[in-house]
């Protein structure tokens, strides 16, 4: 090292961002000076095809399905909760699980009993399967998957 020099460190250097990180601050910056349908692909300039998955909440398809999966989750009430009864919990206590099924749903075109308990895992840290059982898991499914054909 030549005398009058510093040092600096690996651990010094000033920190780079990673550039997905520089996006996501872009999208925000943007969303929240209130840039009307602001979407990802505005910002990393990937806009191309995109699939049709009538999953915005405002399509007819998403609200009926959303209902139909919230109506089926409520009448299983696999905690005995009893949704929408005077003493019970109140009618959207699945609503969180429900649209993400329907998420599932609409995307996939049909749950499996993997994807539900997927679902059931990440909000309630509990197999469904086993406070179900296989036979009434199996007919859950069944009935989820009926509401996509009904719907279509």
């Given amino acids: 090292m030549r005398p009058g020099r510093m040092n600096i460190s690996r651990s010094c250097r000033p920190h780079r961002r990673h550039p997905s990180t520089t996006m996501l601050m872009a999208f925000l910056r943007r969303s929240a000076a209130g840039v009307d349908r602001l979407t990802w692909g505005s910002v990393t300039g990937r806009d191309g095809p ?19 999966v919230l109506a089926v989750l409520s009448d299983v009430d696999p905690y005995g909760l009893e ?29 499996t009993t993997h994807s539900v308990e997927a679902v059931w895992m990440r909000w309630f840290s509990e197999s469904l399967v086993l406070r179900l059982g296989p036979p009434r898991m199996a007919q859950l499914v069944d009935r989820l998957n009926g509401l996509i054909d009904g719907v279509r």
């Fill in 50 to 68: 995109r699939p049709y998955w009538g999953m915005r909440a405002g399509t007819v398809t998403y609200r009926k399905t959303l209902a139909g």
């Fill in 83 to 111: 949704p929408g009864s005077p003493d019970g919990a109140p009618s959207d206590e699945y609503e969180m699980e429900a649209i993400d099924l329907v998420r599932i749903l609409l995307k996939a075109g049909a749950v």
